[in-house]
């Protein structure tokens, strides 16, 4: 395999976490691993809430911190917690000085949205719904302006290199296709900021490259893994039959609008004494129960935004207008949909990985925040603060600025991309077996169908990353004999006695959960 080195750190990813370690980074020379165009593909620039913060004076911190405990049933590390939403207002005035051209009152305060289980309204927006995007924009605009920041657009990485226990490389490849063959990119240490793994599921909200392959990749190295079973699904994804499903944000039930099925019912009220802005997972379960029964549940906005979602909710209102939905007028249809891993490659306080050398931040990491349920618009949030925590700890690894001298990487023609089809059985297996609800059957038919994939197509690196990582959900889900958060058991419907746990796997764990259930199906 060709082999580069540079005195570059490596920063796998191209979302919030990794553009905003990239410039905390600067002066150090940095090289991002990103798959598309700048902009393009991340969850990051999809997100259309916001960036939770207590930023109203009647609001604290510490509200926010426990509001995040709460909906976390149980397994959100309370000191996490408190670091994440202590600095919220921070990042925010740090976006707003980069650029980002937050919603403000005519007094010049931050508009804030309700979101569902925030105690306050106190989600900072753009444009309604565009949060993701512009925030991004902004960062991305400062990313081209910093000479020490080099963008590898077009590629993606599928394996990490170790060297005596320390993560000394990242082996990467084009992305189009996976075709070409891969490099091994030596660097000065290894940032891994590439999201999450909802891809992984034939029904989900993320983009098509999102798919568990940065997890996966270090879970293959032998990187601790946490929390892989709690996976959150977006109670309002509009059901129009579109892959990735367009999302209709939280923002609106905040704003007023109502769930309803075909009948005209509104179901929430029956449920929850928050009703629709009850937590996410049993917004979530309510809408699957009325989508099995076949009653078509819809999101309803207009007796309380009517025309105005058009102008206040532009990314929703052009998702509506290109499946032929008038939202002032008709409701939108809307399921459940594989939208964010709160698992991922344990990682401490600092950031860091159990693998010496390697740090990550953002959706690949599970840094106790989120629990078994994260609360909404957390997720940039975390990946804003342990971006700017990673960036000081690789500095401080650092001995004195590097030159930046700019990579030039020529690729081979011999890679094995995934085949397509075998990428499909696995995202159906995940959403029929390893989906809203599940049980030890459904979850022992994932783990053997995984199986069979893999051992089929296991010659692509990237194919074994994304088994690797549904392996890790699904095993997790089997052995959690308890409903918490968003892992719901039909078999065990209750939470197990006594205080909630976090859960850790290596993949050698998994593939030993995965081995008895080929043998018990056998
Ligand atoms: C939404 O806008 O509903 C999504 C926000 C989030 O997932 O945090």
Known sequence: MQVVETDRVIIVGAGLGALYAALKLAP??????????????????WAQGGVAAAMDSADSPESHAADTVKAGAGTVNPTVADLVTREARDYILDLTTMGTPFDRTEDGDYVLSREAAHSFARVVRVKGDQAGAQIMAALIAQVRET????????????????????????????????RSGPVLLRGAAVLLAGGGSGGLYA???????????????????????????????????????????????????????????????????????????APRDIVARAIYAEVKAGNRPMLDTREVLGEAIKARFPAVAEYCARNGIDPAVDPIPVAPAAHYHMGGIATDTQGCATLKGLWVCGEASSTGLHGANRLASNGLLEALVFARICAQGIAQSLTGVADAVTLNITFSNDGTPPAPEAVQALRQTMTQNVGVVRDHDGLTHALVTIAALEDAHGDSPSFLNMCATATLIAAGALVRQESRGAHERSDFPDPADGPGQRSEMYLTDALAVRAQACKELS
């Open 203 to 277: 029904l989900t909200t993320n983009p098509p490259r999102i798919r568990g392959q940065v997890i996966g990749m270090a879970a293959r190295a032998g990187a601790l893994i946490a929390d892989a079973e709690f996976v959150q699904f977006h109670p309002t994804a509009m059901d129009v039959g579109e892959d990735p499903a367009p999302l209709a944000t939280e923002a609106l039930r905040g704003e007023g609008a109502i769930l309803i099925n075909k009948h005209g019912e509104r179901f929430m009220q029956a449920i929850h004494p928050d009703a629709e802005l």
């Open 147 to 178: 000479p020490s920041i080099q963008v590898l657009e077009g590629t993606m990485a599928s394996d990490l290199e170790l060297s005596h226990g320390r993560v000394t490389g990242v082996v990467i490849q084009e992305a189009d296709d996976g």
């Open 28 to 45: 150090h020379p940095v090289v991002m691993i990103s798959p598309e165009v700048l902009g393009e593909g991340a969850s990051s620039a």
